[in-house]
């Protein structure tokens, strides 16, 4: 059995489509689960497509992902901007990892324009909405097919 890509949510994304749709647009969780699915499934991959609140559940399964998955997809929600131990963990895991996020967090609040997912991710997601996991999900194909060397950088040619 192949393994799948972990594609994390992280706290509020379960609010999608009734949270601030001016910023994160109308599509539930599930809409975009069932979009990111199909891409997955389209380019021959799996995905376990999981939400919490809870930093120390995203911790768990950074953790599990190191066992259990080929790959991370990330939108840790507003634990992006603060959580050093879900940097920690994503650094533990040795797997190639996705910062995504649904709204441009550059065009909002300063406190949101530093991530301590980034340093951990091989590339970053941000503005482009639930679209944004499909893409997520092309650039980790292309990621599996060309691993990155231990630098964290996807090697070279
Ligand atoms: C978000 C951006 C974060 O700043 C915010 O706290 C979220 C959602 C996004 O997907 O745009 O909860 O990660």
Not at 59 to 87: C, F, K, M, P
Not at 105 to 132: M, T
Not at 149 to 156: E, K, N, T, W
Request: hydrophobic share 45%.
């Amino acid at each position: 059995m192949s393994k799948p890509v972990f594609v994390l949510n992280g706290a509020n994304l379960n609010l999608l489509g009734v949270r601030e749709p001016a910023i994160y647009g109308a599509e539930t969780l599930a809409d975009i689960c069932r979009r990111t699915e199909a891409r997955a499934h389209a380019l021959g991959l799996k995905v376990d497509f999981r939400q919490t609140n809870s930093e120390g559940t995203l911790v768990d399964w950074l953790q599990e992902a190191r066992e259990r998955a080929v790959g991370i997809v990330l939108n840790a929600g507003a634990y992006t901007h603060t959580s050093i131990a879900i940097l920690d963990a994503l650094n533990a895991a040795e797997l190639p990892v996705i910062e995504l996020h649904l709204s441009n967090v550059f065009r909002r609040e300063p406190f949101r324009h530093n991530s301590y997912v980034s340093p951990a991710a091989q590339g970053l997601i941000c503005g482009f909405g639930p679209k944004g996991y499909e893409l997520a999900i092309e650039a980790m194909a292309d990621l599996i097919a060309r691993p990155a060397g231990r630098s964290g950088q996807p090697a070279r040619g």
